[in-house]
């Protein structure tokens, strides 16, 4: 006897379509829904700058005046000695980021959906001033990067959102 049973894989189809799965990109998801559609929050400082450039690269530019969303953005970092020599010298340090996020449909002002995202990154302080800088610019971008994949990941998951 067979540990597996093929018609296991033909019913997969079933039960997915029974828990209310839908794929995000197929015609009508939440996707397609947000591609192009989604004014994002104007930045107030660099680090949203950032994440406002990665969520216009993942949701499409849209503009403000033409938007069915609005994507209001908040974020703030804050840094943490990660590493520490016995002589009290910082190898190491830690970016944690927080961002929180509303989107509001702007033809009837309610809120769709909103949440707060959160996660790290680390970059190396051993070496000269300018690597150091380099690292943390590099680390900032990278977080934002993060911050802004989790954003979208959540609103394409958002009740909804699809037709």
Not at 26 to 36: D, I, Q
Not at 138 to 151: P, Y
């Given at each position: 006897?067979s540990?597996?049973?093929?018609?296991?894989?033909?019913?997969i189809p079933?039960?997915?379509?029974a828990?209310g799965?839908?794929?995000?990109?197929?015609?009508?998801?939440?996707?397609?829904?947000?591609n192009?559609?989604?004014?994002?929050?104007?930045?107030?400082?660099?680090?949203?700058?950032?994440?406002?450039?990665?969520?216009?690269?993942?949701l499409?530019?849209s503009?403000?005046?033409?938007?069915?969303?609005?994507?209001?953005?908040?974020?703030?970092i804050?840094?943490q000695?990660?590493?520490?020599?016995?002589?009290n010298e910082?190898?190491r340090?830690?970016?944690?980021?927080?961002?929180s996020?509303?989107l509001?449909?702007?033809?009837t002002?309610?809120?769709?959906a909103?949440?707060?995202?959160?996660?790290?990154?680390?970059?190396?302080?051993?070496?000269?001033?300018?690597?150091t800088l380099?690292?943390?610019?590099?680390?900032?971008?990278?977080?934002?990067?993060?911050?802004?994949d989790?954003?979208?990941?959540?609103?394409?998951?958002?009740?909804?959102?699809?037709?």
């Amino acid at each position: 006897m067979s540990l597996f049973n093929r018609r296991i894989l033909l019913m997969i189809p079933l039960v997915l379509a029974a828990c209310g799965f839908e794929p995000v990109y197929a015609p009508g998801g939440s996707g397609a829904a947000l591609n192009g559609k989604v004014a994002v929050s104007a930045p107030n400082s660099v680090d949203t700058y950032l994440l406002v450039q990665n969520l216009e690269q993942r949701l499409g530019r849209s503009a403000t005046s033409g938007s069915e969303y609005n994507l209001n953005v908040n974020v703030s970092i804050a840094f943490q000695r990660s590493a520490i020599t016995s002589t009290n010298e910082t190898n190491r340090y830690t970016i944690a980021g927080r961002s929180s996020y509303t989107l509001k449909s702007n033809e009837t002002g309610q809120v769709i959906a909103s949440g707060t995202v959160e996660n790290f990154v680390s970059y190396s302080a051993a070496g000269s001033t300018v690597s150091t800088l380099a690292d943390e610019r590099d680390a900032r971008k990278r977080l934002m990067a993060i911050l802004s994949d989790q954003i979208v990941n959540e609103l394409y998951a958002a009740p909804g959102l699809g037709s």
